[in-house]
């Protein structure tokens, strides 16, 4: 069975999406025996064809990007010509989704939704109609939790082909951590220092990190390490300087992943503070409950509510809010036994919920189920 999953960008771009892709489809042609592809668009002007981490992989060549989002006219005919069984669509991605609609429109279809589109108001309303003949062409629209499902407007007029299937990561690396681990966590710890607050991922407006850079100017024993890059780091350097913030606030750029586990050994708790529902399920906060930390995130109505779970794993938030991030992280500081005990169930809950191979094994079945079930007329 071959399956083609579609998103905008693939490795070397970092970001939640492209990295879950890339993995879910080297998970896939190694545990469950499927032909998992990726098609995405190339970073310049020529198709390339390549294999990451095992997986082929053709990047249509780039006519530019508009609103966020990669354009491309060879999108189309190269899905046509991969001959998929079933095309695998990551949502939000209009120009993928409407490659599928030109090119395979009778091939069976899955769609993970990960996201509304938030900030392109005025693409949405162009594109609104051609979304919701593509929802209506999915045999299974995924979602990834039961808050997304039950908040977003476009699934719930499709609510009967959703399914709730959590993201998971490998956690072996994060849960059990090698000497050489341990020894840069160790030395990170001395860098940067004790109460360290750490959040990860590329630095975007919906992140929230200003109002987390505001809470730590609220918390004289706190200290943040940032890491990661992005189009909010000149703003936020400029944000820590106003504030006179550079000895206690740290910005480590980009990690590798083979050091990004030590990252967060070294640290006492994580802060996701987004404030936009495109921070739909955070999957470096699951690295973080994986690595035995409790989380302080925000309520935006989206599945990092359903990663972090409120008096439990961690605390959870009103949004745009920095006095109220301000009090939960001094609580978690203060209180070194509910920080450990929060740490141990947000471990455990991931170990429950967020594995990539549970993850994987319920991709393939629902790709099973897909190629027996009659598609839409």
């Given at each position: 069975m071959r399956v083609v999953h579609v998103y905008k960008d693939i490795y070397p771009v970092k970001g939640g999406i492209e990295n879950y892709v890339l993995a879910v489809c080297a998970r896939l042609r190694k545990t469950a025996g499927i032909d998992a592809q990726?098609?995405?668009?190339?970073?310049?002007?020529?198709?390339?064809?390549?294999?990451?981490?095992?997986?082929?992989?053709v990047k249509a060549a780039r006519l530019g990007s508009a609103a966020s989002t990669p354009l491309s006219l060879a999108l189309a005919p190269l899905l046509r010509q991969m001959r998929p069984d079933i095309v695998h669509l990551h949502a939000p991605y209009p120009v993928g989704e409407l490659a599928y609609?030109?090119?395979?429109?009778?091939?069976?279809?899955?769609?993970?939704?990960?996201?509304?589109?938030?900030?392109q108001k005025t693409l949405?309303?162009?594109?609104?109609?051609?979304?919701?003949?593509?929802?209506?062409?999915?045999?299974?629209?995924?979602?990834?939790?039961?808050?997304?499902?039950?908040?977003?407007?476009w699934l719930r007029r499709h609510s009967a082909r959703c399914r709730i299937v959590p993201q998971g990561i490998d956690q072996r690396r994060f849960r059990h951590p090698d000497a050489a681990t341990l020894t840069l966590a160790q030395?990170?710890?001395?860098?940067?220092?004790?109460?360290?607050?750490?959040?990860?991922?590329?630095?975007?407006?919906?992140?929230?990190?200003?109002y987390l850079v505001d809470a730590v100017g609220?918390?004289?024993?706190?200290?943040?390490?940032?890491?990661?890059?992005?189009?909010?780091?000149?703003?936020?350097?400029?944000?820590?300087?106003?504030a006179g913030l550079e000895k206690r606030v740290h910005?480590?750029?980009a990690v590798t992943d083979a050091d990004l586990p030590a990252y967060y050994h070294a640290v006492d708790l994580y802060v996701l503070p987004a404030v936009a529902r495109s921070e739909?399920?955070?999957?470096?906060?699951?690295?973080?409950q994986t690595s035995g930390l409790p989380c302080i995130s925000t309520e935006i109505?989206?599945?990092?509510?359903?990663?972090?779970?409120?008096?439990?794993?961690?605390?959870?938030?009103?949004?745009?809010?920095?006095?109220?991030?301000?009090h939960a992280i001094r609580r978690l500081l203060a209180d070194g036994d509910v920080r450990r005990t929060m740490g141990r169930r947000a471990q455990a809950r991931a170990a429950d919920l967020f594995d990539i191979d549970a993850h994987t094994a319920t991709i393939a079945a629902i790709y099973r189920d897909v190629t027996l079930a009659p598609g839409p007329p």
């Open positions: 990726n098609l995405a668009t190339s970073p310049g002007r020529q198709t390339e064809q390549t294999t990451i981490e095992g997986v082929p992989t609609l030109l090119a395979t429109p009778r091939t069976p279809m899955v769609m993970t939704y990960h996201s509304d589109i938030v900030r949405l309303r162009v594109y609104a109609p051609a979304l919701e003949l593509v929802l209506r062409r999915a045999r299974v629209i995924i979602t990834t939790s039961p808050q997304y499902k039950a908040t977003s407007p030395t990170l710890r001395a860098r940067y220092g004790p109460n360290l607050v750490h959040s990860h991922g590329v630095l975007r407006y919906y992140k929230g990190l200003r609220l918390v004289p024993q706190a200290r943040l390490l940032l890491t990661g890059t992005g189009p909010e780091e000149k703003a936020l350097r400029a944000q820590v300087a106003a910005f480590a750029g739909a399920f955070s999957l470096s906060m699951v690295e973080a109505g989206t599945g990092t509510s359903y990663v972090n779970v409120n008096g439990v794993t961690g605390l959870v938030v009103p949004p745009a809010d920095a006095g109220a991030l301000a």
